[in-house]
């Protein structure tokens, strides 16, 4: 009898043996609603896209109706905010050469989305429905000869558009660790 | 004497007082008297005086002759015509010491940023994807947390020397160093438990545009910070109050302000801040990550001027992504010659350090440098070093791959001025 009392004790060293177990007990668990609201990354798999859909003619209204012409310009250029519209490069061009837009430099569509939906319209983020960007991703994407203008963008398809520059992009080096310098064999 | 003087208040017009600031200027203007009185203590104050104030009590301000202050960097207005901050670079030729002022410190943002207003009661941070245990925090919460305070620099990608910059504000004001407080990322990862296939964090913020940063498991577990301190006070709200991320010594986009949700994921996740800054090649990839060892003379350097020939000390600053500051040479002829600089205080990992060196300018033109070496034994590469290094034409200019941590050269003209020489 007299051990019981060290139960939670036992319990709790118990509990702290297995691999990365809570030490402090601190903060609370967030409910599955709380993750869903807060939880807008997509990732280039496009895995958290919500359902919904567009094409670049219904993009093409809401670019009017959203204010974005206002601050981008009518056809993506000419406004005080930054041009929508790849530079014209000709039809050889490296996709590096197409300038830091949209982003049109990203390799995959997702960041376009992505970008639409946590970042625009300046002072309403966040207010656009999932179908409104996909319809403003597809026709941004229209505009700058990315896709054809009745393609239906969906969390299916949006991932598999072929971006300019899917496959001319390096990734961050993986083989990093602490105490390592920041490229081998380079002595600065 | 002593006496009398204490008997009339401060400020009294009577001759004692004239006559004893007749002598207070004599002994100022440089012991040539031969005779040398003691001024018994009293020192006669230049101006006016500046009246207590209930705002100055309870949080004071520097001298209205203190007029350094920050500006715009990169040629793009801050505010910009939609109210957005932009890049805003540190008066580093007016630093003393390593810390920055909170006042002071760089501000980068990526597409231009509104600074938001948050309750630090209503702010909560959320841990979760591929974790055992979602959780979430109030800032109480994380203060209950073990702590750590220390010193570190961010430093924007964007702090880049070239050519055309005047002053060392412009070619290195995009870096600032303080002294941070708050949680180890790493005690809020364990303590949520991050599963066998999470190798990449994704932070985010909560501003208008939730700016998101990719960052590998590895440099997460190792040392960032959850910072709600900076400079022994709140986290300012530039710079994300009331919490922000900090990722030692790798480019300072990593390190979300604003900080709301970090979710770990199992690839670089291509989010709001990463793809601005992809590269086209892994080397340049790379060393845009971890920044190299790096230094800058501070004094003397663009725009300021030498009143003549005679004793100076040299002073800069020193640091390096690789850790901590272990050595650094100062030249006076251009990198013919280097001489071992002093490193004022301590060294720490991922800070900005500052060293100096005693110097007796003869009045000529010469030319100052600095050069850092760090404890992972890279040092701080000359533009020429980098351009023999990648096989760069000579006859073009040099381009830098990477974060810029090339040596910044200063040209000291006979007449005092000093100068940009980067050619």
């Not at chain 2, 272990?326 to 991922?350: L, Q």
């Amino acid at each position: 009898m007299r051990y019981l009392k060290f139960l939670p004790l036992l319990m709790f060293l118990g509990i702290s043996a297995q691999a990365q177990s809570p030490t402090y007990g601190v903060g609370r668990t967030p409910s599955t609603e709380e993750i869903r609201a807060w939880d807008i990354s997509i990732s280039p798999s496009g895995k958290e896209l919500p359902s919904g859909s567009g094409t670049a003619t219904e993009g093409e209204q809401l670019y009017l109706q959203k204010g974005c012409a206002g601050c981008h310009g009518i056809t993506g250029t000419g406004g005080l905010a930054p041009r929508l519209l790849k530079r014209d490069t000709g039809p050889s061009a490296s996709p590096w050469a197409l300038g830091r837009i949209l982003p049109i430099r990203a390799p995959y569509a997702t960041a376009v989305w992505d970008y639409i939906n946590r970042g625009m319209p300046l002072m309403a983020e966040g207010t656009l429905t999932p179908d409104e960007v996909y319809s403003i991703t597809a026709y941004l994407l229209y505009l700058n000869e990315v896709i054809a203008e009745d393609k239906v963008l969906n969390a299916e398809s949006l991932p598999k558009v072929e971006m300019p520059n899917r496959d001319t992009w390096a990734p961050l080096p993986d083989w990093w660790e602490p105490g390592m310098p920041r490229l081998l064999g380079y002595p600065y | 004497m002593t006496k009398k003087h204490k008997e009339k208040p401060t400020g009294s017009k009577s001759p004692d007082r004239r006559e004893f600031l007749k002598r207070g200027a004599a002994l100022a203007g440089g012991l040539s008297l031969g005779t040398v009185e003691s001024a018994i203590g009293q020192t006669p104050s230049s101006g006016g005086n500046v009246l207590g104030t209930q705002e100055l009590v309870e949080y004071g301000k520097r001298s209205r002759f203190e007029t350094s202050v920050r500006i715009p960097h990169g040629g793009r207005p801050s505010p910009d015509a939609f109210g957005l901050d932009f890049h805003i670079a540190a008066p580093l030729q007016e630093s003393v010491g390593v810390i920055t002022p909170s006042s002071l410190h760089y501000m980068g943002t990526t597409r231009g940023s509104f600074v938001p207003d948050i309750d630090p009661e209503e702010h909560r941070l959320m841990i979760h994807g591929m974790v055992d245990r979602p959780l979430i925090f109030t800032m109480e919460e994380l203060r209950r947390l073990p702590s750590v305070t220390r010193l570190h620099f961010i430093e924007c990608a964007g702090n880049r020397a070239n050519r055309r910059h005047k002053t060392v504000q412009e070619t290195h004001g995009m870096t600032s160093c303080a002294e941070w407080t708050g949680v180890l990322l790493s005690t809020l990862l364990k303590e949520a438990g991050v599963q066998d296939d999470g190798s990449w964090i994704v932070a985010e913020g909560v501003e208008e545009v939730k700016g998101a940063s990719s960052i590998p498991m590895a440099k997460a577990m190792e040392d960032c910070l959850v910072c709600y301190g900076m400079n022994g006070e709140a986290v300012r709200p530039q710079q994300g109050y009331p919490l922000r991320l900090l990722v030692p010594g790798f480019e300072g986009i990593l390190s979300v302000k604003w900080l709301r949700r970090i979710k770990v994921v199992d690839q670089f996740y291509m989010t709001y801040n990463d793809y601005g800054h992809l590269r086209q090649e892994s080397d340049d990839a790379a060393l845009s990550m971890q920044i190299g060892p790096k230094s800058v003379i501070t004094f003397p350097s663009g725009e300021q001027t030498l009143p003549g020939p005679g004793f100076y000390e040299i002073s800069g600053l020193a640091w390096s992504g690789g850790g901590a500051v272990s050595k650094v040479e100062v030249s006076t002829d251009g990198g013919r010659s280097w001489a071992e600089a002093e490193i004022r205080g301590t060294a720490h990992p991922m800070a900005h350090t500052r060293f100096s060196l005693q110097w007796n300018w003869n009045g000529q033109e010469c030319e100052l440098q600095s050069r850092c070496s760090d404890e992972l034994g890279s040092v701080q590469p000359s533009r020429a070093q980098i351009a023999e290094f990648w096989n760069q034409p000579p006859d073009q200019p040099v381009r830098i791959r990477g974060q810029d941590n090339s040596i910044q050269p200063w040209r000291i003209e006979s007449d005092g001025s000093v100068h940009n020489a980067i050619s």
